[in-house]
């Protein structure tokens, strides 16, 4: 019986690390795109039941693939680790911010309508710009970011419609010039 209870108390404390492995992204410690697509539908069922608003934010660091060929992908991956802990710090309790893949994250908050999530958004894209990541003691310069918005039930009533309408956003927001919001149409 001991040892019975024993391999079961293992399982019980394993189990919490591999639920953390299989929705966290290594490199930033940012939720993953899994994470993010439970997440979505959760907030948009939550949101239907309130007759609330939900927002999301894509963002794109700017010319992210220059700048990991221009300093190395070392330099890169400090990069998106420090960006990672810049959403982290920028996040209220009940914000969800992840990593959707490459230089490209998602913001999804909870009771943000369209123009909360438009000043959330132009707020860390100002605050991306005092990131300095520095090689070597060295500083390799500031970065900036674009990002895409788009809210329930405005743009879509479906994770999978929210995410492309901020993703149409988002390049919309690249074409323009880059370092800029822009709301989904």
Same mark, same amino acid.
Request: hydrophobic letters at 50%; glycine letters at 8%.
């Given at each position: 019986v001991a040892d019975q209870?024993?391999? =079961?108390? =293992?399982?019980l404390e394993l189990r919490e690390p591999l639920r953390n492995q299989s929705i966290r992204d290594p490199l930033t410690g940012l939720f993953n795109r899994r994470y993010l697509e439970e997440t979505l539908e959760r907030e948009i069922r939550r949101a239907e039941r309130s007759r609330?608003?939900?927002?999301?934010?894509?963002l794109d660091l700017d010319r992210f693939k220059q700048f990991n060929d221009t300093f190395g992908h070392?330099?890169?991956?400090?990069?998106?680790r420090d960006f990672g802990r810049l959403l982290q710090g920028a996040v209220r309790l009940g914000d969800v911010a992840c990593r959707y893949g490459g230089e490209e994250f998602?913001?999804?908050?909870?009771?943000?309508?369209?123009?909360?999530?438009?000043? +959330? !958004?132009?707020? *860390? +894209?100002? =605050?991306?710009?005092?990131?300095?990541?520095?090689?070597?003691?060295?500083?390799v310069g500031s970065v900036t970011v674009s990002a895409g918005i788009a809210t329930f039930p405005e743009d879509g009533t479906t994770g999978e !419609? *929210?995410?492309?309408?901020?993703?149409?956003?988002?390049?919309?927001?690249?074409?323009?010039? +880059?370092?800029?919001?822009?709301?989904s149409e």
């Open positions: 209870l024993g391999l =079961a108390v =293992a399982n609330g608003a939900l927002g999301i934010v894509m070392d330099v890169g991956d400090m990069l998106l998602v913001l999804v908050l909870p009771g943000a309508d369209s123009e909360v999530t438009r000043q +959330r !958004a132009d707020r *860390l +894209r100002e =605050a991306v710009k005092h990131l300095f990541v520095s090689h070597r003691g060295q500083s !419609a *929210l995410v492309q309408a901020a993703d149409a956003a988002l390049y919309r927001a690249k074409s323009d010039g +880059r370092d800029r919001v822009v709301i």
